[in-house]
């Protein structure tokens, strides 16, 4: 099973702000190692949405953010959109399992 | 621009073997790591395995440790993924993902599916 930590899911209206959280540990988030997050839309291939930790490529609204602190991790959707109802992954490394490691996953509704 | 085309998936016996293959276009593919990453029907993404730029090391996540192998063709600008020993938790799309520290791009995936 992942090591980090993602709720299943968070909800909100639209325009509303949500946060997913990545919940690690000191071999992973909290030895230092980045943390990306990825947006996956329904039957397609995950999409790089941040990454080290607080970096949106080119092409990604500035509506979502990301932030890191101790042994955690997370993303903020502020002005929440319908097409933002989808599925959210973090993910980093982890020195103990010499592994990469992504997160449980959160679904995103949009009420 | 940067793309990533799997193929080699399909339905295949438990204890039989698979290759897949990642075609890489857009970039200088001999400059990355590459990764593999799977996902099994309905749940989250695990990460599978690592090979540097220049092939000369891999790494694999514990569940595919001995049984699966990680390799580059420079030439061709091709990833491949040998899979033996295949079991049924096995089972889901294989994406190939290019390296930057994260995981960008990724290809469309291939589906692998391994039954009786």
């Known amino acids: 099973q992942s090591v980090l930590t993602q709720p299943p899911s968070v909800s909100g209206a639209p325009g509303q702000r949500v946060t997913i959280s990545c919940t690690g540990s000191s071999s992973n988030i909290g030895a230092g190692y980045d943390v990306h997050w990825y947006q996956q839309l329904p039957g397609t291939a995950p999409k790089l949405l941040i990454y080290?930790?607080?970096n949106r490529p080119s092409g990604v609204p500035d509506r979502f953010s990301g932030s890191k602190s101790g042994t955690s991790a997370s993303l903020a959707i502020t002005g929440l959109q319908a097409e933002d109802e989808t599925d959210y992954y973090c993910q980093s490394y982890d020195s103990s399992l010499t592994a990469y490691v992504f997160g449980t996953g959160t679904k995103v509704t949009v009420l | 621009q940067v793309q990533l085309v799997e193929s080699g998936g399909g339905v295949v016996q438990p204890g039989r073997s698979l290759r897949l293959s990642c075609a890489a276009s857009g970039f200088t593919f001999s400059s990355y790591a590459m990764h593999w990453v799977r996902q099994a029907p309905g749940k989250g993404l695990e990460w599978v395995a690592i090979i540097p730029y220049d092939g000369s090391s891999q790494y694999y996540a514990d569940s595919v440790k001995g049984r699966f192998s990680i390799s580059r063709d420079n030439s061709k600008n091709t990833l491949y993924l040998q899979m033996n020993s295949l079991r049924a938790e096995d089972t889901g799309v294989y994406y190939c993902a290019r390296d930057q520290g994260w995981f960008d791009p990724w290809g469309q995936g291939t589906l692998v599916t391994v039954s009786s």
């Open positions: 080290a930790n607080t």
